[in-house]
């Protein structure tokens, strides 16, 4: 499996606080059946965003785990005035291995209505607007009918592993299953932060999906979908009749369980 969202790296935001830690979730990653890790720090209000400092810790990890898994950085990249200024200037400060997705999050007491022409101005820059875990947003939970209207514009959603196990509670765990019987879900994350409440792990969502909705449903949104978001190419599956701005068309397929 191949995991997007993660706060696997040290020191950082309000992920591990050491090394230590960040290799036993990195142990636990690959234990559960993680090939790849996308480390995706904060940058918001809270947290400063280093590029620099955060390939040094990637490379730090890396070392300690060797290639038994393979680690990438992107970000967490909060919707704010500052950081869209900063995502014109150099997209791929941001995003998903330096290549063209960028998760996107958004505040949890307000989206204002710029926001949809925010956007449109990543895509028009080439970049696929990731939404994170739009489950756990009160707000967005609340109107799944504007993140289904994002979708058809082209962006994407990324639900949370532990939200279809009930781990952030029953609204969040609805909302998520809701969106993924309409085939509005192209990624599932962990969106891990430590080893106990927010762990480094896939499996038990892998196999819920595959429970819900089938084995290929479940090899694309934590397998297929997460490596090529990785590699920068066309997402293999997506649902039927999405917007779409892949460079690639002769990738995309359709898929029955969407």
């Known amino acids: 499996m191949v995991d997007i969202h993660c706060h696997i790296l040290p020191g950082l935001d309000d992920g591990p606080d050491s090394l230590e830690t960040s290799v036993e979730m990195a142990e636990a990653a690959m234990a559960d059946g993680i090939t790849h890790v ?41 919707l704010s005035y500052e950081n869209l200024q900063a995502v014109q200037v150099e997209p791929s400060r941001f995003t998903i291995n330096q290549k063209n997705y960028l998760l996107v999050e958004f505040a949890d007491f307000s989206i204002p209505p710029t926001i949809d022409n925010a956007l449109k101005e990543l895509m028009m820059k080439g970049l696929r607007p990731i939404i994170t875990h739009p489950e756990r947003n009160p707000i967005l939970a609340q109107n799944r009918a504007r993140v289904n209207a994002w979708v058809q514009e082209g962006c994407y959603v990324q639900v949370t592993a532990g939200s279809l196990l009930g781990r952030f509670g029953s609204r969040a765990q609805k909302a998520a299953e809701a969106w993924l019987d309409e085939g509005a879900v192209h990624f599932i994350a962990s969106d891990a932060h430590n080893l106990t409440s927010r762990p480094l792990q896939l499996r038990p969502a892998y196999d819920a999906v595959a429970k819900r909705k089938g084995e290929a449903a479940a090899r694309a949104l934590l397998r297929e979908n997460p490596m090529a978001a990785i590699e920068g190419g066309a997402l293999p599956y997506v649902p039927e009749g999405q917007a779409s701005e892949d460079a690639e068309p002769p990738r995309r397929k359709r898929f029955l369980f969407f």
């Not at 400063?48 to 680690?71: K, S, Y």
């Open 38 to 78: 996308v480390a995706t720090p904060h940058a918001n209000d809270s947290f400063a965003f280093e590029p620099e400092l955060i390939r040094n810790r990637r490379d730090e990890l890396q070392n300690r785990v060797g290639d038994r898994l393979q680690l990438v950085t992107g970000c967490d990249f909060h």
